[in-house]
């Protein structure tokens, strides 16, 4: 009897942990991701100039499509062109430029 209690108490303990563990690292993985794309909207203000409220609406919609369980092109395609939506005549013109390497970068960084 007094094993079986032992073994049971162990058996809770170690559940408890894992499930701690795999907690902290969901939530490590969402702050990375998060950070990414605070990342990715200031590298594409510098590139082209975006204002402070761009810049924001800009990680508003990489988050937007972070949460996407499923990503496929379409959903890449509707994304840059909500961000494509934000900018003005010269911003559009700089973003096409960069628009291939930014979004790949993005990609890359996203799956690591």
């Known amino acids: 009897m007094k094993s079986l209690l032992t073994i049971l108490i162990l058996s ?6 894992i499930n701690i563990n795999a907690t902290t690292n ?7 991701k998060e950070n990414l794309t605070k990342v990715m909207a200031n590298k594409l203000q510098e590139k082209i ?14 988050n937007s499509y972070l949460l996407l369980k499923v990503k496929s092109d379409k959903d890449a395609d509707n994304t840059l062109t ?3 939506s934000l900018l003005d005549k ?7 430029i960069v628009k291939d390497d ?3 970068y993005f990609i890359k960084h996203l799956n690591n």
Do not use: H
């Open 102 to 104: 930014w979004w790949g």
């Open 26 to 32: 969901d939530s490590s993985k969402t702050s990375q």
């Open 90 to 96: 010269r911003q559009k013109a700089k973003f096409s």
């Open 12 to 17: 809770s303990f170690l559940l408890t942990t």
């Open 49 to 62: 100039l975006l204002s402070d409220g761009q810049t924001s609406q800009v990680e508003a919609l990489l």
């Open 82 to 84: 909500k961000i494509e």
